[in-house]
C-alpha cells in the first residue's frame, strides 16, 4: 500500500503521536485555571506556541493556535479586513488560492466588498506585476499561497509581500502546503497553516499576525487565544502539532532533496512511458513532494479507482471525482488539461521502490482505462456544410467529449472545423487543452440549443 | 490529588483513549476521498455520527461534528437566526446562560437585533411562564440550557420546549453540563454539547438541528459536516468522543446516584462545619456532581490557592478569581453572594475518602484565609448626621467591603443606617447577599462622587 496524497493529509508522525499520549495526562485541564492541572495545561501551551513561533519565525504573542487551517483562514481574512475597514473593502486573491481562500473572498463580495482574483499563468504561477497592479488605494488586504496545493508550484511569496508592504497592504499567506518544508520568505503580515498537513494531528491550524497589523476578530467574543480563536484549547493536539513542526522542519532539507529525485522522476518518465499525458505545475520552483499530470481519454474517477486497486491512494482535480462535477478551479485558471487528472503527494519516508512500482504500474492502468473508455459509442455525425462536421456529445460527461472529437478529427479536411456539441463543463477547459497538445486550432465556444458548441479547426 | 472541577473539563475517560489510540492508525485521513484510508476515515465517521445521535436522541444527519462546544453554540444560534431573519430579530436567553450563548446574544444586539434576557430566581432557575412570556411573533430563536455550569441548577427544558413549540419557535438547548449524564427530554429543535465536559478529548463538540428547523449556516462556504462546521474533520478525537459519550451515559444511572449522595453530604454539612457560608443552586433539579457555596468575608483566588495547596482543584465565580474583575454572570443574576466562592464539580469516580478529606480540610482553610484578610484595615468613620455611619472602602477590592461593613454595624443603633462607599463591582451584589444572610434591611444603592453608596439599616 502506498498513500500518495500527503497533500491532503499526512498520517501521524511518531513525534507528533509521542507528544499526544504524554499529554493527554499533563494537558486536558483548562489552560485558564489556577489550580495545578490547570497551570500545567498552560505551560504546556506556552511551550508549544513557542515552539511553532520559533518554527514560523514570529513572536509567541503574535501566533494563536485555531481549530484548523480553514478556521485560520477564514478568521484570519475577516479579521483583518475588519480592521481595516475605513481603508476600504478591496481584497486581492489569486485565482489558485486554497476555497478556504476563494470561499472568504465569495463571502466578502456578497456583503459588498471587491474582489481582484488575480489570474495565473500556465504552470499555476502568479506574477508579482499582477498583484502590484492590481493595489489600489482601498485594498485592505490581499492574499497569496506560498505554494499550490494541487500542481506544487511555488508562488513568489517575497517579492509580492514587499510590493505589498510599499503600498501599505498586510499580505496574508497560506503557508498550509509549505510550513513543515521551511518559514516562508519574505515579510508577510499574516500567515496560516494547517498541522494535519505535516503530520500533526488533526485540529490545529496556526494563525499568525505580525504586531502592528489592524485586525478586528469577529464573531461572538470569546477570551481564549487573544481573542481570535473562540473555544476551549485542544492542548494535547497543539501540543502535538508544534513538536511535529519542529521534527519534520528539522528533516526538512535532507527530505527535500530526497522527494524532489522521487517526483523529478515522476516527472520525466511518465511522459515517455504513457501517451497523450501533459505534467502541469511549475518545472522548478515547486514543492518537493507534489507532482501532477492529467492523462487524454481517462475518466479521472476511474483512473483513482484502479490505482487504489492497484495500492495507490492518489487524488484528482477531474471533475468527475467531485461531487460538483466541475474540475478543479486550479487546473481551470492554470488553462491546462483536467480530465485524468492524478495529483502524486509523497509523504515524507516515501521509499523509491514505491515509486518504481506506482511507475511500472501505471502505463497498463491508463491503458486499460482508455480501452475502456475507447469502446464504440453512440456518436450522431449530423451532415452539416462541407467543411464543417458536428460531434454530438451532449449529455455525455468528461472524458467522451474529447474522446469523440479525438475519433472525429482524421475525417475533417485541413483547415476544416469540427463542432463539438457538449453540455459537460470540463469539455470548456479539456478541449481547448486538447488543441493545444495536439498542434489543433481552438477556435472558441459558441451558444448552442443545449450546452455549447466547441469549435476546432484541423491545422495537423 | 483531588480534581474537582469536572464541570470545566474532564480528564480523558479511558473509552476515549483507547478509541483515540485505534483511531490514529485508522482515521487519520480526509473522509472525503475515494482510496482506502478515506474510505476507513469516512466509515469511522459515519458509525461515530451513529453512536453520538443515538446517545443524543436524533437522527444521524441532524447530527454535526463542530471543534468545540462554544463553536457549536455559535454556529448554531447564527444559523438558526439567520434561518429565520423574514420572521424576525428577537432572541430569548436565560440570564444564567454559559458565555458562549451570551456573547452570541450581545453580538444580535450590536448588529440591531433585539434580545430578552429571561431572568432567575434565587437558585438560578428560570420559570417557563417568564419564557411564555418573552415570545412574542417576531422571537426567532429560544435558548434554554439543559443545566446550569456554575451551581448545576437543571432548567425546565421539556416545558420550555413546548411552550416554543406551540408558539412556532425553535428552541436551542445548550446541553454542554448534561449531556454524559443521558438524554435531553422534550422537544428541542436545536442542541448543542462539548466532548470534553463528558471525558471525551477536547476538539469535538455537537450541533444538532432537527429536520424542519429553518437553518442558514453563516461564514464562507464549505462542504463539511453538510456546510455546517467548517474544516477538516478531526475524525480520531470524533470517535473517541461518541465512544465515550456511550460509555458515560451507560454508567450514567449509577454514578449519578452516588455522586448526588457525595455533593448532598457538602451541602449539608460545609454550613455547619464553616460559618457564614450560602450555599447556591436548587437543592433537588439540579446535577448529581456540582455543588457551590460561598463564604462571607473571604476572597477567591487566595481560598482557591489555598484549597489547590492543599490538594484540591476546585474553581469560583468570585471577582477576584477573573481577569475582569467582575463576579460571575450567574452568581449576578441569582442575587447571591459572590465572595469566597467555591464551585466543586466531582468528575464520575470520586471517592468518597476525597470528599471527606475536602469537608476536613475546608474549616481551617476558611478560616486560615478570613484572619488574614480580618487584620485591622484603615477604614475611616467619617462623622454624619445622628443615625447614619459612613464606611469608606473606596479602592478596596472584594471581600474587604463586607468585611469592614460587618465590623461596624455593631455601631449602628437598631434602625440606624450605615453608608458603605465602594468602587468595587462586587459589593453590588455581596452587600445585599450579607443583608439577607445576616437579616439586615439592605436599603438601596445611591450614587457617591466616587463609586457608589450602599446604604444598609441595622435590623438585628
Given amino acids: ?104 473572498a465569495d463571502l466578502h463580495e456578497a456583503a459588498g466588498g471587491a474582489v481582484t482574483r488575480v489570474q495565473v499563468d500556465r504552470a499555476g504561477r502568479v506574477s508579482p506585476s499582477s498583484y502590484a497592479g492590481a493595489l489600489g488605494p482601498g485594498t485592505a488586504l490581499a492574499c497569496l499561497q506560498s505554494a499550490n496545493h494541487e500542481v506544487g508550484t511555488e508562488q513568489p511569496v517575497a517579492e509580492v509581500a514587499r510590493l505589498c508592504r510599499e503600498a501599505g497592504v498586510p499580505l496574508l499567506v497560506d503557508a498550509a502546503q509549505s510550513l513543515g518544508w521551511g518559514r516562508v520568505e519574505g515579510d508577510w503580515s499574516l500567515l496560516t497553516a494547517s498541522a494535519h498537513k505535516w503530520g500533526g494531528p488533526a485540529g490545529v491550524g496556526l494563525l499568525v499576525v505580525r504586531k502592528g497589523v489592524r485586525f478586528a476578530p469577529q464573531g461572538p467574543a470569546d477570551e481564549r487565544e487573544s481573542g481570535r480563536a473562540a473555544g476551549f484549547e485542544n492542548v494535547p493536539a497543539i501540543v502535538a502539532a508544534a513538536a511535529s513542526l519542529r521534527a519534520v522542519q528539522a528533516e526538512a532539507a535532507q527530505e527535500a532533496a530526497r522527494l524532489r529525485e522521487l517526483t523529478e522522476r515522476i516527472r520525466t518518465r511518465v511522459p515517455t512511458l504513457v501517451p497523450d499525458v501533459e505534467v502541469v505545475g511549475d518545472a ?34 477531474s471533475s468527475c471525482t467531485s461531487s460538483t462535477l466541475t474540475p478543479s478551479h486550479v487546473l481551470k485558471a492554470m488553462g491546462v488539461l483536467s480530465e485524468g487528472n492524478v495529483r502524486v503527494s509523497l509523504p515524507p519516508g516515501t521509499g523509491e521502490e514505491d515509486v518504481e512500482r506506482f511507475l511500472s504500474v501505471l502505463p497498463g492502468v491508463v491503458s486499460g482505462v482508455r480501452e475502456k473508455l475507447g469502446a464504440p459509442t453512440a456518436v450522431t455525425k449530423v451532415p452539416a456544410s462541407v467543411d464543417a462536421l458536428v460531434v454530438d456529445a451532449l449529455g455525455r460527461r468528461c472524458p467522451i467529449p474529447v474522446i469523440e472529437l479525438a475519433k472525429v478529427i482524421g475525417d475533417v479536411p485541413l483547415g476544416g472545423t469540427v463542432r463539438v456539441l457538449s453540455d459537460d463543463e470540463a469539455a470548456r477547459l479539456d478541449i481547448p487543452a486538447w488543441c493545444e497538445m495536439r498542434g489543433q486550432e481552438y477556435v472558441g465556444e459558441e451558444p448552442a440549443e443545449h450546452g455549447s458548441a466547441y469549435v476546432v479547426r484541423r491545422l495537423a
Same sequence: chains 1, 2.
Fill in 1 to 104: 500500500m502506498s498513500y500518495f496524497d500527503s497533500a491532503s493529509a499526512a498520517p501521524l508522525h511518531p513525534v507528533a503521536r509521542q507528544a499526544l499520549q504524554a499529554s493527554f495526562d499533563e494537558g486536558w485541564a483548562d489552560p485558564a485555571r489556577l489550580y495545578r492541572e490547570g497551570r500545567r495545561a498552560r505551560l504546556l501551551l506556552d511551550a508549544a506556541r513557542e515552539a511553532a513561533a520559533e518554527a514560523v519565525g514570529c513572536r509567541p504573542d503574535e501566533l494563536v493556535f485555531t481549530t484548523s487551517g480553514t478556521r485560520a483562514v477564514h478568521s484570519g481574512i475577516e479579521g483583518a479586513l475588519a480592521g481595516r475597514r475605513r481603508v476600504g473593502h478591496h481584497l486581492i486573491v489569486s485565482a489558485v488560492e486554497h476555497s478556504s481562500v476563494l470561499h472568504s
Fill in 284 to 317: 522548478v520552483r515547486r514543492l518537493p513532494g507534489i507532482v501532477t499530470f492529467s492523462c487524454l481519454y481517462v475518466d479521472g474517477e476511474t483512473l483513482l479507482h484502479e490505482l487504489d486497486r492497484a495500492g495507490f491512494s492518489v487524488s484528482s482535480g
